[in-house]
Nanobody
């Protein structure tokens, strides 16, 4: 059974930092394309950052220079370090694992940035 369990969300002030974690079971994060998405109220889910199995990284323009995705193969976990947070970063953040024919989502973790 595949599980992606996000943690690390919460309430933070403008300019603050949070580190999200996605603990995976049933998938091996080093061989999947792992990504973080977010969905704000009334908006579509959008890609925040992704990392391929080969280590190629992609960021949304809105978070470049502020967010960093990383992978801990030993712990089978993916992280999203979020710095210089802004109110517009407020959303539910989801972990996603993708491989040919396999597509999994976590339950999400709420991030709220106060101004």
């Amino acid at each position: 059974q595949v599980q992606l369990v996000e943690s690390g969300g919460g309430l933070v002030q403008f300019g603050g930092s949070l580190r999200l974690s996605c603990a995976a079971s049933g998938v091996i994060v080093s061989i999947y394309r792992m990504a973080w998405y977010r969905q704000a109220p009334g908006k579509q889910r959008e890609l925040v950052a992704s990392m391929t199995s080969g280590g190629s990284i992609n960021y949304a323009d809105s978070v470049k220079g502020r967010f960093t995705i990383s992978r801990d193969n030993a712990k089978n976990t993916v992280h999203l370090q979020m710095n210089s947070l802004k109110p517009e970063d407020t959303a539910v953040y989801y972990c996603h694992a993708l491989r040919v024919g396999q597509d999994y989502w976590g339950q999400g973790t709420q991030v709220t940035v106060s101004s």
